[in-house]
């Protein structure tokens, strides 16, 4: 019996101890399961997150070379201006008659004046070789020289010397110069012929004979200096420039200015490789490239060692024509700068990945709540790393949305995508204004149409263009000048034009105000020709006509024909005295001049006829007291009358005339400004409003000279004369 109770007690006991070794094999299973699967999902994660992090890396650094290469773009597009304003310069000063026929008397003067507004440009010396007899007429900081010419010129010389040349504009090579006490400077000519092609009182006809060559001697590396010595990428960053032939022209370790740029770096660290450098240097910025790269260098900003950079460069065209003369200019900067900003977020996903793992090999069964510990963690990685990437992209914006110029891009279609602030401003609209429309909302047609057809060729060959084009705000018309270069997206494709503008209307203004000059100038020596010619036959017809008079019977009818040839001819005399104070030189009389009083002297000559034309005087806002200025007070009553009278003509039937004298610049100068309520000067008008004998008045109402004696009044007593108006005309 107790056997049998034995046997029933093992068999009852047999399924508890079968499930035991069932859930003991599981568990075994599990385990193996997890030691094997857990870390390889492990590997997995940590394989995905190195590969997130080494992309966040790859994107914010060509992020920042892609800005440091718009920053060379914008510094290449300054540069160019920059000598493109020179050849101007000098294309006008060969213009000169002075030049031309190399008049002593105001050669050395003019040469003078146009070096006072190019020195601040780098330009050390103005010459021009005469070819007759090879001298030498120069102006610099020493002042006006004449010599003979130096060996160097004669060669510039040959070149200028065949038709062919004529109006081309010559860029040398840039050659080192041991120029002033021992001081080297890197020395770059431009070049022009001269022809006598223009006339003045003495060449009254043009010869087109071959005068000489005019030629700037310019300083590179000071006038590259003022662009690129403000340029910053980063921290640390900066710019450099190099010639045609690979020496440097400007950089912020001044013994490499003036070195070949493959030997300088070789000579300060020779135990380094700059290989890379080289070749981009020798492949790319040589042949007129654009792009960005990195290389080794073994220092930075004093710091040396062996480090990695990042590069960004864009080629500068010194001739439209000769596309080979190139220079480049590249911005730099460690690529440790951008690695920082991302190492300590890297290094602590990294520890916590780690730590990750020791905890899933020590807590085995926690193996779930560890993964959703660093499941949370990593998104809070992610998060700070997109904040980071947030404050990059702040900094960036912040870097365009104050600089002082237009800054925007633009799609295929001609749509605007962004604008900065600065654009917005000038312009007068607002960022809902602008962003998504079309330009033609809100530019010119005309000025669409250049900046459209530009940035077509930019979207087509990826070339940067430059657009000169005007705009009107408020009724004033402003000049810009517009680099558009196209940005690439990840397969090299340009997907949007930035445009960086910038305004030169003062430029635009300046260079109208010399060539209106030279037109006075011009005119004058014709209006004297004419006046004489016509003044003597006109004394004889007045004389005449005064003898016929006394001698005629008194037969009315006669007597009214003779009386209305006496008025003509009268009519035609006022025409020549005019002609004649329009081109005579007269000694001015120099004294202290209230200029108030002088006004009111004015209003009471015209005072008649402003009461007949019904105008009233409502608002007379002149300045007590006034500074005193020097001048010819005759002179001055010529100018406020003729203003007061043209001013009377455009208010038919009545209207108001405001007169504000105020002093400006702290007392140095007066302004007085005269407006009227009148139907202000029509669009195709307003650039001819001071030559001389352009009137819009009827014939016998005006001769055309009122406003250009009184412009040339008012630049012989050392001032400007402007004007401001608005129509009803869209």
Request: a neutral charge; glycine letters at 8%; aromatic letters at 8%.
């Amino acid at each position: 019996m107790d056997i049998v109770k034995d046997i029933k007690g093992f068999l009852s006991g047999l399924p508890g101890i079968v499930t035991g070794l069932f859930l003991n094999l599981r568990l075994r299973r599990i385990k193996k399961i997890v030691l094997f699967t857990i870390p390889f999902l492990l590997g997995i994660i940590l394989l995905l997150g190195w590969m997130s992090a080494r992309k966040v890396r790859e994107v914010v650094i060509e992020d920042f070379n892609q800005q440091q290469l718009v920053l060379a773009r914008h510094a290449a597009s300054q540069i160019e201006n920059s000598l493109d304003s020179l050849k101007r310069e000098l294309s006008l000063l060969s213009l000169s008659p002075s030049i031309q026929y190399a008049e002593a008397v105001s050669l050395g003067k003019r040469m003078e004046i146009a070096f006072s507004r190019v020195k601040d440009e780098g330009v050390l010396e103005i010459r021009f070789i005469e070819y007759r007899n090879m001298k030498m007429y120069s102006v610099g900081n020493d002042g006006y020289r004449v010599m003979q010419s130096p060996h160097e010129d004669k060669e510039y010389m040959k070149w200028a010397l065949p038709k062919k040349n004529q109006g081309n504009i010559l860029m040398t090579d840039v050659v080192p110069l041991e120029y002033k006490n021992g001081l080297r400077k890197l020395i770059v000519r431009m070049v022009i012929p001269v022809w006598q092609v223009s006339v003045d009182e003495a060449h009254p006809l043009p010869t087109n004979k071959f005068s000489g060559a005019l030629i700037f001697v310019i300083d590179a590396t000071s006038l590259l200096d003022k662009i690129t010595k403000g340029i910053k990428s980063g921290k640390t960053g900066y710019a450099w420039v190099m010639d045609n032939r690979g020496g440097f022209l400007y950089h912020p370790e001044k013994e490499f200015i003036g070195k070949n740029a493959f030997e300088a770096r070789k000579e300060k660290k020779p135990t380094i490789s700059f290989a890379r450098i080289n070749e981009i240097q020798k492949e790319m910025m040589l042949k007129g490239r654009e792009g960005k790269s990195w290389y080794i260098s073994g220092w930075h900003k004093g710091v040396e060692k062996e480090m990695k950079k990042l590069i960004a460069y864009a080629p500068i065209h010194l001739s439209d024509k000769d596309r080979d003369l190139i220079w480049s200019v590249a911005v730099v900067a460690p690529i440790s700068e951008v690695e920082g900003a991302i190492h300590d977020i890297q290094i602590r996903q990294f520890l916590m990945e780690g730590i990750v793992i020791l905890s899933i090999l020590f807590g085995g069964l926690l193996i779930i709540s560890m993964m959703l510990r660093w499941s949370s963690s990593l998104e809070k990685e992610v998060a700070e790393k997109t904040g980071e990437l947030k404050r990059r992209e702040y900094q960036y914006r912040s870097l365009v949305e104050h600089a002082d110029d237009i800054i925007f891009t633009i799609s295929p279609d001609g749509f605007v995508l962004n604008m900065n602030d600065y654009g917005c401003n000038f312009l007068k609209k607002t960022q809902e204004d602008i962003l998504d429309k079309h330009l033609s909302y809100i530019l010119p047609q005309e000025t669409v149409e250049l900046i459209l057809k530009a940035s077509g060729n930019v979207f087509r060959s990826n070339t940067s263009e430059q657009v000169t084009c005007s705009v009107t705000i408020d009724g004033k018309v402003f000049w810009l000048s517009i680099n558009l270069s196209g940005l690439l997206d990840e397969w090299g494709n340009v997907y949007k034009v930035l445009g960086i503008g910038r305004d030169i209307t003062e430029r635009i203004l300046l260079q109208e105000q010399m060539l209106h000059t030279e037109k006075l100038a011009s005119m004058g020596t014709l209006a004297a020709g004419v006046a004489h010619e016509i003044n003597n036959p006109l004394a004889v017809i007045l004389g005449f006509t005064d003898l016929l008079l006394e001698k005629a019977p008194k037969d009315p009818e006669i007597i009214d024909m003779l009386k209305s040839i006496e008025n003509q001819g009268f009519k035609a005399k006022r025409v020549v005295e005019n002609l004649l104070s329009f081109a005579r030189a007269e000694e001015q009389k120099r004294i202290d001049v209230d200029i108030n009083k002088n006004i009111e002297e004015v209003l009471t000559v015209a005072g008649n006829n402003l009461l007949l034309n019904k105008i009233a005087i409502n608002k007379m806002e002149l300045e007590y007291p006034l500074p005193k200025v020097k001048g010819d007070p005759d002179e001055l009553h010529q100018v406020f009358l003729n203003i007061i009278n043209n001013a009377v003509h455009v208010m038919k039937g009545g209207g108001v005339l405001t007169i504000i004298t105020r002093d400006v610049n702290d007392g140095r100068d007066v302004e007085i400004r005269i407006e009227d309520t009148g139907c202000g000067i029509p669009r195709q008008y307003r650039s001819r409003i001071f030559d001389p004998l352009f009137t819009t008045k009827e014939v016998g109402e005006g001769t055309g000279l009122g406003l250009s004696v009184s412009y040339g009044i008012v630049k012989k007593h050392g001032g400007t004369i402007t004007f401001e108006t608005k129509t009803k005309e869209v």
